[in-house]
């Protein structure tokens, strides 16, 4: 079992930026591939970004790609999303998720989810 924590959501102000954090509980964490999904309301949970469990490669969506950057600290058993130049489409509930092996685009590969965290963009 993997329980996920996330944190750093509010709100910010578009051109702003926030960091993201999901706490891990495994001791097995370094195993896993860890994605970072959005979800806003009315709409399907899409990938954000992804990192592979070695920490080696990384993936993110087109939407995101030079503004979001996707870390992890295997020793501190967290991942983070650190996101600049926000925009109102950016705003949404966060999802931070875990998948045993490679990076997977899609939510129904992910084992395990955190609870979300709220991020609100104005503008």
């Known amino acids: 079992q993997v329980q996920l924590v996330e944190s750093g959501g509010g709100l910010v102000q578009a051109g702003g930026s926030l960091r993201l954090s999901c706490a891990a509980s495994a001791r097995t964490f370094s195993s896993y591939s860890m994605g970072w999904f959005r979800q806003a309301p009315g709409e399907g949970r899409g990938f954000v970004a992804g990192i592979r469990w070695s920490g080696g490669s990384t993936r993110y969506a087109d939407s995101v790609k030079g503004r979001f950057t996707i870390s992890r600290d295997n020793d501190k058993n967290t991942v983070y999303l650190q996101k600049n130049s926000l925009k109102p489409e950016d705003a949404a509930v966060y999802y931070c998720?875990?998948?045993?092996?490679?990076?997977?685009?899609?939510?129904?590969?992910?084992?395990?989810w955190g609870q979300g965290t709220q991020v609100t963009v104005s503008s």
């Open positions: 998720a875990a998948a045993f092996g490679l990076v997977r685009y899609r939510p129904q590969k992910y084992d395990y």
